[in-house]
């Protein structure tokens, strides 16, 4: 495949953009699907990578990604209910009761 | 044609399943599934014995484990692992969990939070962490990683109607997640350069380049999946998350995380660096060098100045990283033998510290400075004894097992010819010593008109006190013990 680099590329785009989003948003949802993003490009880098490789080892890796993404996702908008509940705020400046 | 491959493959495969290795993984998950049904059945504020239950199976689950030693059998094709290593380290996982389960009971109870799936998420907790100890596959191990991560950000903010509680939860969940895409961008990235996840494969592959280090993505890769090991590990300058998350959560857990998840951290770490990349070593040992001054310093200098005494142990905590990833830069024999023993010592100590301020606090946390122990030596002169002993196995004084632990994480430093690593590091161990004895300044010095009647010593928690004070005591009394089963561990990998 030649445009493997052009995939490689872009997921490292995608992985930064993430991660800058998670330093400069204040908000715990956005905060958390920058992080999405993260686990994304990874995702994209694994398929890429597969296809490339001729093994299928990066596909079922990017299978338990998303698997272990939903749980995380599942337990990451618990907490946030949970701190909501009390807070009446998911903004990350808010959490500041004990020093960030 | 194709559907016989299929099916030999798939006929290979189950044959090749041998269950043996992870049988001590499917023995807790089966208990903490079945403890979760019994959790929704019985009576509301009956859980006690859900305490004794999970506890009774984790000694179970050791001896199991125990057993195994010695052992050596793949299965999985290649991607789960039983030897002597990970049988070390889920002792480790094992001692930590056990002791928290212990000290959970009554803190819970007071707090009013004594919900049973507490004891369910530390088990799956510990299921995470031995599969991180003994996966010899990315996957496995990132598997492992995210069981126990998820459990335990759960955990952190289990105390729902404490607000520090759940912003000790979602700052976890948040910073952990964080870094759990840093530690999949770098095993993704080993993955496009050596066409394998297995750690063997990739040894293989790495050890056939005639210069890994000229491999950028090879190179980027381990930087980035490093990153992510040190944000598990609590390593300075990804340390910013421990102190809040540890102040927040609730102390049993606390007591947990920072023995736990920590050592099952480096278990990981461990075998990803020294079995996949042992021909990069110049290249990350530089790298662990700068993290090991870096966190041992910061956690000390920052310990200083804390008042509140979870606090002053959660920088502490950063700073014990700070001493193992001493050993781990050496990288030898010596070294890597140090990090497992003084991970078996420090969850002793550590546990135990955090049980004597269980008994110390009173609800909602309060009672938890360092000014409030004033008195506590003259009123309780046998938990006080207990605590100094702890304090003093943390500050490394002979004969405590904290001092064997650093004399062998430093010896490893000095054999490797980092003779300014080990002079900081002992400076640091001196440096920390005036925080761990301003306790034991306030318990023996201070008067106070305290009578800390409120305290309750139940059994679970002398029981605790009681095997904390063991650990931290024998293996600095006969070191070889202890010892040789962790060079024996070692060796093998």
Redesign the interface.
């Known amino acids: 495949m030649e445009n493997l680099n052009g995939y490689?590329i872009i997921s490292a785009i995608l992985?930064s953009i993430?991660?800058v989003g998670?330093l400069v948003r204040k908000n715990?949802i956005v905060?958390?699907m920058c992080?999405e993003m993260?686990?994304n490009?990874?995702n994209l880098?694994?398929v890429a990578?597969s296809r490339?490789?001729g093994?299928l080892?990066?596909q079922?890796?990017v299978f338990?990604?998303m698997t272990?993404a939903a749980?995380?996702a599942a337990?990451?908008l618990?907490?946030?209910i949970?701190?909501y509940n009390?807070?009446e705020s998911i903004d990350?400046d808010d959490?500041n009761?004990?020093?960030? | 044609m194709e559907a016989l491959s299929f099916q030999q493959a798939l006929q290979q495969s189950i044959l090749s399943a041998n269950l043996i290795p992870i049988l001590p993984e499917i023995l807790l998950s089966v208990l903490a599934m079945v403890l979760l049904l019994v959790n929704v059945f019985a009576p509301a504020g009956q859980k006690s014995y859900l305490n004794y239950i999970s506890f009774f199976g984790i000694v179970v689950t050791g001896i199991l484990v125990a057993v195994g030693w010695g052992g050596h059998i793949e299965s999985f094709s290649g991607s789960v692992v039983l030897d002597n290593f990970a049988t070390f380290f889920k002792l480790i996982f094992l001692v930590s969990a056990g002791l928290a389960i212990l000290i959970a009971d009554q803190y819970m109870e007071r707090e009013g939070c004594n919900h049973g799936e507490l004891y369910p998420l530390i088990l799956f907790t510990v299921v995470g962490m031995m599969l991180m100890a003994s996966g010899t596959d990315l996957m496995t191990i990132f598997l492992g990683l995210e069981v126990m991560s998820v459990s335990l950000y759960v955990l952190a903010g289990f105390n729902r109607g404490s607000i520090k509680s759940n912003e000790a939860g979602l700052k976890y969940f948040l910073l952990g997640a964080f870094s759990t895409g840093f530690l999949l961008y770098g095993m993704a990235l080993i993955y496009g350069a050596t066409g394998t996840t297995r750690i063997a494969k990739i040894a293989v592959q790495v050890g056939q380049m005639s210069l890994p280090s000229a491999n950028i993505m090879l190179l980027a890769g381990m930087l980035l999946m490093l990153t992510g090991f040190a944000f598990k590990v609590a390593a300075a300058p990804f340390h910013m998350w421990t102190p809040d998350v540890y102040e927040g959560a609730p102390t049993p857990i606390t007591a947990f995380m920072s023995a736990g998840p920590k050592a099952a951290g480096f278990a990981a770490a461990l075998r990803i660096f020294l079995v996949a990349l042992p021909t990069m070593q110049v290249e990350w040992s530089q790298v662990f060098w700068v993290l090991a001054v870096l966190t041992m310093t910061v956690g000390n200098i920052t310990a200083l100045r804390q008042d509140n005494i979870k606090r002053m142990l959660a920088y502490s905590s950063i700073a014990h990283a700070g001493y193992a990833l001493v050993g781990f830069a050496a990288g030898n024999p010596t070294g890597t033998a140090g990090i497992l023993f003084y991970m078996l010592s420090y969850s002793f100590m550590n546990i135990g510290a955090f049980a004597i301020i269980i008994l110390v606090g009173k609800k909602g946390e309060s009672n938890g400075t360092v000014q409030d122990f004033a008195g506590f030596g003259v009123k309780h002169p046998v938990l006080a004894v207990a605590m100094s002993i702890f304090l003093f196995s943390l500050a490394g004084m002979p004969p405590t097992a904290g001092f064997i632990g650093k004399f062998y994480l430093f010896s490893g430093a000095v054999q490797k010819g980092y003779i300014w690593l080990a002079i900081i590091g002992v400076l640091n161990s001196a440096a920390s010593v005036y925080y761990y004895l301003r306790v034991m300044v306030y318990m023996y010095m201070k008067d106070s008109t305290e009578e800390f009647d409120w305290m309750q010593l139940t059994v679970p928690m002398a029981l605790c006190v009681a095997i904390a004070v063991a650990g931290s005591l024998i293996p600095g009394i006969v070191p070889s013990f202890i010892l040789q089963f962790a060079q024996q561990a070692v060796r093998l990998i």
């Open positions: 490689l992985f993430g991660t998670v715990a905060i958390f992080i993260m686990l490009a990874v880098t694994f990578l490339h490789l093994n080892d990066g079922v890796f338990f990604i272990v749980a995380e337990v990451g618990a907490l946030m949970a701190f009390n807070k990350v959490m009761l004990m020093k960030w």
